[in-house]
Each structure stands twice: as C-alpha cells, then as structure tokens.
C-alpha cells in the first residue's frame, strides 16, 4: 500500500485527484503501476487501476492477471471494479472507502456480484487513514479561495 500510496502523491504533480494503484505478481513483484491522470491527458478512463492494470498485462504479455494483486489507495469505481473482475485479479486490497462512487461496498458491490463469472477476494481498509488524509487534504486546498 506504501507503493501505492507514492503513487497516489505522484498525481498530485498534474493536478489530478491523489489516488493510486499497483499490481503485484504472484511472488510480490510490482508489474503495473498508475496514479490518477485524467487532467494531465484528459482522459475519462485515465483512473490508477486501468493504467496500473494495463501495465500489469504488457508485463505478463496477456490480459489475464491470474494469481495477481491490485492494491488501490481508493475503494474503486464501477469502471474500475469492471475491470479487476475483467482482468481476473485475484485479491483486490484498497485503503478508503468511497461513500459517493465505490463499487467494492458502498455504493455497489461489483466484484462480488454472484451473477459474474470471477469474484477477486477483497480487503479493505488498509492503510485507510493516510489514504483519506491525502484525499481531504487534496480536497481541502481546492476548496481554499
């Protein structure tokens, strides 16, 4: 999550909400890696766990991750929760829970929806706390004239 956390900060550079994600292999190894760039490129799919994912499967040359670990600062959103059970993530571990778009629990709960074919295992709330400061603390100074 510490990896992740990085991540997350590295947006902040671009002007982009401080989420980040990571993709671990089987053994632990990180093979993707992304951080929120939908301002730096104006792009609406540019979320940290479809670029992370996207590494991951040029990593692996395939887009089955299998055996894999996304680690997200930020409960994901619906596209984002589409695309872990699309990719076959076996274990999804985020920090923060999202109240107004998260798909793993607050708002849906799309990677465990029995009607799918593939339902990563899921653990939540890691590292929450500095997950959510980094969040506020984003939100807050674009709130400040």
Not at 104 to 125: A, K, Q
Request: charged share 25%.
């Amino acid at each position: 999550m510490r990896v992740a956390l990085d991540e997350a900060r590295a947006a902040l550079a671009t002007g982009d909400v401080p989420v980040g994600a990571i993709v671990l292999d089987p053994d632990g190894v990180v093979i993707g890696r992304g951080h929120n760039v939908r301002e730096a490129r104006a792009d609406p799919t540019g979320h940290a766990e479809v670029l992370a994912l996207r590494e991951a499967a040029s990593a692996r040359d395939a887009w089955r991750l299998e055996g894999c670990t996304l680690v997200a600062t930020l409960e994901p959103c619906t596209m984002c929760a589409g695309a872990i059970v699309l990719a076959r993530i076996s274990t999804l571990v985020f920090g923060a829970y999202d109240a107004k778009a998260g798909a793993v629990g607050s708002l849906w709960d799309v990677v465990r929806d029995r009607r799918l074919n593939h339902r990563p295992e899921v653990v939540s709330g890691v590292l929450a706390e500095e997950s959510t400061r980094l969040l506020d603390d984003f939100f807050r100074q674009r709130r400040t004239p």
